[in-house]
């Protein structure tokens, strides 16, 4: 496999036992801007009591969409292990066959090209924002800090939409590769969503 037709970023926060709403986060990489982003609430199969006074679509429902909307692309995320644990449990627990996805891990992508180490909000603030854009997120979380995940990367699709700008700002120009070439960059790593084996392209 050397060339992709399609990169979407995905970061997944399933919802669990106590937290019935789950979170989907997509950001659609072009070769130089992000070509469009989204972000979908579901009714989590995890959830362990009732949900009837959600308005929010079941996973399943949402799945169908999102399933269609991905097709035959290539997912990346920020620490792909996490990500494909996450939507491997929500599958299964409604009952889904898992497909064979492939994921691209921009975590350790990003480390090759410029030995950048850290969780994503730390990446994302020292890489892609500027200090002024780092001041607004903040204050937009402190007026609301009950409905945002996060300080800086408030949701999943902050953090979806953030692993794609370390593709369209970091990873891209610095490698001269783009969507479709991203895989002849040497030490590139790619886990089976359906078999969990990993490859390395070198």
């Known amino acids: ?17 106590t937290k ?24 989590s199969p995890l959830f362990k009591g009732s949900q009837s ?16 909307f991905i097709d035959e692309s290539t997912l990346t995320s920020y620490g792909y292990g996490y990500d494909m644990k996450a939507l491997k449990a929500l599958l299964q627990a409604d009952g889904f066959d898992v497909p064979d996805y492939t994921f691209l891990d921009g975590k350790t992508t ?7 180490i850290g969780d994503l909000q730390t990446v994302a603030s020292e ?15 402190k007026l609301n800090p009950e409905k945002y995940d996060k300080v800086i990367l408030h949701n999943a699709q902050d953090d979806a939409v953030a ?40």
């Not at 990003?110 to 950048?116: A, D, P, T």
Request: glycine share 6%; with cysteine.
């Open 20 to 43: 019935p709403v789950g979170t989907i986060g997509i950001a659609e990489i072009g070769d130089t801007q992000i070509l469009s982003d989204f972000l979908m609430r579901f009714r």
């Open 163 to 202: 692993n794609a700008m370390i593709f369209t700002e970091v990873i891209f120009p610095e490698t001269g590769t783009n969507c479709s070439t991203i895989l002849s960059y040497p030490q590139v790593a790619l886990k089976s969503l359906k078999t969990r084996a990993s490859s390395i392209h070198s």
């Open 110 to 116: 990003l480390n090759r090209v410029r030995k950048q």
């Open 1 to 17: 496999m050397s060339e992709i037709n399609r990169l979407i970023s995905i970061d997944i926060e399933p919802g669990g036992r």
């Open 53 to 68: 006074h959600l308005d929010h679509p079941s996973f399943a429902e949402s799945w169908q969409y999102l399933d269609a």
């Open 127 to 141: 890489l892609l924002f500027t200090d002024n854009e780092i001041k607004q997120k903040k204050a937009i979380w």
